[in-house]
């Protein structure tokens, strides 16, 4: 059952009646093969999907660029960087992210470490080739779930394995009491299953006829960004907020409160964007009320961290993690306040369809989950490979650049995507003319993009470099061992 | 909270909620939908084999990307002053299309009747080939893998255009792209959605793709031959 590298003998768990706390440098250490493996592809695939969308963003300056390609027009190019940045980084990154906090929080060591490794290789092959799928053509036309039928399929077999794998873990905890962290991270867990499973057979294997493909599409893709990637990110900022401060959370009632209020509606909101569609009218009604429900749990959750916080916010500075879980904090509550604002019927009458709505995404997407899972990331990896980050000078470089490149993103798509709404939507001013001065603002973003890219190859290059000494390091260690050479804790 | 059994309750509750409302729900209200007596036929017609392939063409390019396939309701916006429509789009138009590519925004303008709006074929051709050729100003990025570029010289094949010394003929591909975009029109009136009494189902007779209807100062509008009419 101990199947972790450290030299510390196996202990009895089940026989001990009582369980006595395993320290978390074992666990750490017991996470160290599938962790390693989900950032470092997560890492790789966040920087082939940012030149994608590199690419795609060029089109709109020299729109004949690609003209001759037909793997590199704007069409396929685009689903192609939201394939790779939401399921090779965010939701791969996620998997780690969630494994280590669960550990953590039950005071568990990760068993089934094959298990897991052979999964990550399932979903990044699986990735691959639907990526390349949608380059020759193969894009599904569903937003958010634009991968082939192939890749979606050995995806949830890979899924489905790190699930069950996370769940009887979780159920081996030894720490039996409930963090908030753990809540969302168990319904996450739950819903990803759920969603992504009924979305493949009504998309796919059974599909179903007509605009109700619509609604499953949006059902799906909310409850992906909005439930499943947000809940990981809640989760990581709970977790990370109290522990950083070295104060308790605030309140765990409102925590409580603020989670399930957020289970029952945000599956809803989604909905609100369908409010003028074909669709029968109810639903975006239901939607627009839900959304405007939401700002129940936002308001308790972004209370619960303020009070948390506190007078402790310089603590947030200190540390490398710190900076990255504010900002994200600071993102998922203007994210928020944008998708309540959004789901008005006034205002979506002006925002649909526009660069308004691209603005909130990129915020959700990059501004708070991904920088949650980067905040995680520069904590745990650390922890679980016991090597220091070769150059700590990068992470926070890595920082001000990521903080930046959102911050023009958002300006510049939200700036674009109001003047669209008010020229185009809402206008009647001649379509080319209206739009000419709106895709020059719009274009702006690729400078923010430009210093995403800055930002990732930073954070390569620090992982990297931390994989080739713990491989140095390995390597030594082995060639003592066979030359019976008792060196052990020499650094490489 | 204590325990992962009621957690799990609680999240399985909130979850079947959603999937109740959300897909059984609709399934129930929409899965008895079918064609309808309409128009000259029963509705919405099926369209061509080639426009079906077509179809195919505009999904794998990524078409919904930038363009959406939806009129919004009159007085929601300006799409009836674009003439992108006669009347809203509603669930009974897409019941044949699959995938329904509704999409969710416009970089480029609505596309759920440019078939009446613009159905000149030879337009489409050498919008896609070099859409700033008809279109001054458009943002749109050129299709020019859907064409095959040779040497003038020999019978010119219908729909290719002579540009200096090379040929350029559509490819089946941009042809059933073609076929496809000029199959897109919803301008059939439907009890739930009923075209204005005092407008005919003929397009505007100016009507250029970006142009609100009626506007003939239109770079787009002034390249183009009239439309037949209806």
């Given at each position: 059952?101990?199947?972790?590298?450290?030299?510390?003998?196996?202990?009895?768990?089940?026989?001990?009646?009582?369980?006595?706390?395993?320290?978390?440098?074992?666990?750490?250490?017991?996470?160290?093969?599938?962790?390693?493996?989900?950032?470092?592809?997560?890492?790789?695939?966040?920087?082939?999907?940012?030149?994608?969308?590199?690419?795609?963003?060029?089109?709109?300056?020299?729109?004949?660029?690609?003209?001759?390609?037909?793997?590199?027009?704007?069409?396929?190019?685009?689903?192609?960087?939201?394939?790779?940045?939401?399921?090779?980084?965010?939701?791969?990154?996620?998997?780690?992210?969630?494994?280590?906090?669960?550990?953590?929080?039950?005071?568990?060591?990760?068993?089934?470490?094959?298990?897991?490794?052979?999964?990550?290789?399932?979903?990044?092959?699986?990735?691959?080739?639907?990526?390349?799928?949608?380059?020759?053509?193969?894009?599904?036309?569903?937003?958010?779930?634009?991968?082939?039928?192939?890749?979606?399929?050995?995806?949830?077999?890979?899924?489905?394995?790190?699930?069950?794998?996370?769940?009887?873990?979780?159920?081996?905890?030894?720490?039996?009491?409930?963090?908030?962290?753990?809540?969302?991270?168990?319904?996450?867990?739950?819903?990803?299953?759920?969603?992504?499973?009924?979305?493949?057979?009504?998309?796919?294997?059974?599909?179903?006829?007509?605009?109700?493909?619509?609604?499953?599409?949006?059902?799906?893709?909310?409850?992906?960004?909005?439930?499943?990637?947000?809940?990981?990110?809640?989760?990581?900022?709970?977790?990370?907020?109290?522990?950083?401060?070295?104060?308790?959370?605030?309140?765990?009632?409102?925590?409580?409160?603020?989670?399930?209020?957020?289970?029952?509606?945000?599956?809803?909101?989604?909905?609100?964007?369908?409010?003028?569609?074909?669709?029968?009218?109810?639903?975006?009604?239901?939607?627009?009320?839900?959304?405007?429900?939401?700002?129940?749990?936002?308001?308790?959750?972004?209370?619960?961290?303020?009070?948390?916080?506190?007078?402790?916010?310089?603590?947030?500075?200190?540390?490398?993690?710190?900076?990255?879980?504010?900002?994200?904090?600071?993102?998922?509550?203007?994210?928020?306040?944008?998708?309540?604002?959004?789901?008005?019927?006034?205002?979506?009458?002006?925002?649909?369809?526009?660069?308004?709505?691209?603005?909130?995404?990129?915020?959700?997407?990059?501004?708070?989950?991904?920088?949650?899972?980067?905040?995680g990331l520069y904590y745990i990896v650390p922890r679980i490979s016991q090597l220091e980050w070769p150059a700590p000078?990068?992470?926070?470089?890595?920082?001000?650049?990521?903080?930046?490149?959102?911050?023009?993103?958002?300006?510049?798509?939200?700036?674009?995507?109001?003047?669209?709404?008010?020229?185009?939507?809402?206008?009647?001013?001649?379509?080319?003319?209206?739009?000419?001065?709106?895709?020059?603002?719009?274009?702006?973003?690729?400078?923010?993009?430009?210093?995403?890219?800055?930002?990732?190859?930073?954070?390569?290059?620090?992982?990297?470099?931390?994989?080739?000494?713990?491989?140095?390091?390995?390597?030594?260690?082995?060639?003592?061992?066979?030359?019976?050479?008792?060196?052990?804790?020499?650094?490489? | 909270?204590?325990?992962?059994?009621?957690?799990?309750?609680?999240?399985?509750?909130?979850?079947?909620?959603?999937?109740?409302?959300?897909?059984?729900?609709?399934?129930?209200?929409?899965?008895?939908?079918?064609?309808?007596?309409?128009?000259?036929?029963?509705?919405?017609?099926?369209?061509?084999?080639?426009?079906?392939?077509?179809?195919?063409?505009?999904?794998?390019?990524?078409?919904?990307?930038?363009?959406?396939?939806?009129?919004?309701?009159?007085?929601?916006?300006?799409?009836?002053?674009?003439?992108?429509?006669?009347?809203?789009?509603?669930?009974?138009?897409?019941?044949?299309?699959?995938?329904?590519?509704?999409?969710?925004?416009?970089?480029?303008?609505?596309?759920?009747?440019?078939?009446?709006?613009?159905?000149?074929?030879?337009?489409?051709?050498?919008?896609?080939?070099?859409?700033?050729?008809?279109?001054?100003?458009?943002?749109?990025?050129?299709?020019?893998?859907?064409?095959?570029?040779?040497?003038?010289?020999?019978?010119?094949?219908?729909?290719?255009?002579?540009?200096?010394?090379?040929?350029?003929?559509?490819?089946?591909?941009?042809?059933?792209?073609?076929?496809?975009?000029?199959?897109?029109?919803?301008?059939?009136?439907?009890?739930?959605?009923?075209?204005?009494?005092?407008?005919?189902?003929?397009?505007?007779?100016?009507?250029?793709?970006?142009?609100?209807?009626?506007?003939?100062?239109?770079?787009?509008?002034?390249?183009?031959?009239?439309?037949?009419?209806?």
């Amino acid at each position: 059952m101990n199947v972790t590298p450290t030299p510390s003998p196996p202990e009895a768990v089940s026989a001990a009646p009582v369980l006595e706390r395993i320290p978390a440098s074992e666990i750490d250490a017991s996470c160290r093969p599938p962790l390693m493996f989900y950032f470092g592809s997560g890492l790789v695939w966040l920087f082939v999907g940012t030149v994608f969308w590199l690419i795609a963003s060029m089109t709109f300056y020299v729109p004949a660029l690609f003209a001759d390609t037909s793997w590199l027009t704007v069409g396929r190019v685009r689903p192609a960087a939201t394939s790779a940045i939401v399921y090779g980084f965010a939701v791969q990154t996620a998997f780690g992210a969630l494994l280590w906090i669960m550990c953590r929080l039950g005071n568990v060591r990760l068993l089934f470490l094959p298990a897991l490794c052979v999964a990550g290789f399932i979903w990044n092959l699986a990735l691959t080739a639907g990526v390349l799928g949608i380059l020759a053509g193969g894009s599904t036309g569903f937003e958010w779930f634009e991968l082939p039928k192939y890749a979606s399929a050995g995806m949830f077999v890979a899924y489905a394995l790190i699930a069950v794998c996370a769940v009887t873990n979780f159920h081996l905890r030894r720490d039996r009491a409930l963090f908030p962290s753990q809540w969302y991270l168990l319904a996450a867990l739950f819903w990803f299953a759920w969603t992504f499973s009924a979305a493949g057979l009504l998309l796919h294997f059974a599909p179903v006829r007509g605009v109700f493909q619509n609604i499953v599409n949006a059902w799906y893709a909310s409850t992906l960004l909005d439930m499943w990637l947000t809940s990981v990110g809640l989760a990581i900022i709970f977790y990370f907020l109290p522990k950083l401060t070295a104060r308790p959370l605030y309140s765990s009632t409102l925590a409580a409160f603020g989670f399930w209020t957020f289970a029952a509606v945000a599956q809803f909101a989604g909905m609100a964007r369908l409010s003028a569609g074909p669709v029968p009218a109810w639903i975006g009604s239901v939607g627009v009320a839900a959304s405007g429900i939401m700002v129940v749990p936002l308001i308790s959750v972004a209370a619960n961290w303020y009070l948390t916080l506190g007078d402790r916010a310089q603590a947030l500075k200190q540390s490398e993690t710190g900076p990255f879980v504010w900002l994200a904090a600071i993102s998922y509550v203007v994210g928020g306040a944008l998708q309540i604002i959004f789901g008005f019927r006034e205002v979506s009458e002006i925002t649909d369809f526009t660069y308004a709505e691209l603005a909130r995404t990129q915020l959700a997407l990059h501004g708070f989950v991904a920088m949650a899972l980067f905040g995680g990331l520069y904590y745990i990896v650390p922890r679980i490979s016991q090597l220091e980050w070769p150059a700590p000078r990068h992470v926070r470089l890595h920082f001000t650049l990521y903080a930046a490149g959102v911050a023009i993103i958002l300006l510049s798509l939200l700036g674009a995507g109001v003047m669209q709404g008010f020229r185009v939507n809402k206008g009647t001013v001649d379509f080319v003319t209206a739009t000419k001065p709106i895709a020059h603002i719009a274009g702006l973003s690729t400078f923010g993009v430009l210093l995403l890219l800055a930002g990732q190859v930073l954070a390569l290059k620090n992982f990297f470099t931390l994989c080739h000494r713990a491989s140095e390091q390995t390597r030594a260690y082995a060639i003592d061992f066979i030359t019976g050479r008792e060196t052990v804790g020499r650094s490489a | 909270m204590s325990g992962g059994p009621l957690l799990f309750l609680g999240v399985l509750a909130t979850t079947a909620l959603s999937f109740w409302t959300l897909v059984i729900a609709p399934a129930f209200q929409l899965g008895r939908q079918d064609l309808v007596e309409a128009g000259a036929g029963r509705y919405p017609t099926g369209r061509s084999g080639l426009a079906q392939r077509g179809a195919d063409v505009y999904r794998s390019m990524g078409c919904v990307e930038c363009h959406t396939q939806q009129v919004r309701p009159r007085g929601y916006g300006s799409d009836f002053a674009r003439g992108w429509g006669e009347r809203r789009t509603v669930a009974q138009d897409y019941l044949r299309d699959r995938p329904v590519l509704l999409g969710n925004l416009r970089i480029g303008p609505d596309l759920a009747n440019i078939g009446a709006r613009q159905p000149d074929p030879k337009w489409h051709f050498e919008h896609l080939y070099d859409p700033k050729r008809r279109v001054p100003g458009s943002t749109m990025p050129a299709y020019r893998f859907l064409f095959e570029r040779r040497s003038a010289g020999g019978g010119l094949p219908e729909d290719a255009w002579v540009e200096g010394e090379y040929e350029i003929i559509p490819t089946p591909e941009a042809h059933a792209l073609v076929a496809y975009l000029l199959s897109l029109q919803s301008q059939v009136s439907l009890p739930e959605a009923p075209l204005p009494q005092s407008l005919t189902n003929a397009p505007p007779a100016d009507a250029g793709t970006n142009a609100p209807a009626g506007d003939t100062n239109t770079p787009a509008a002034a390249t183009n031959p009239p439309a037949p009419a209806k």
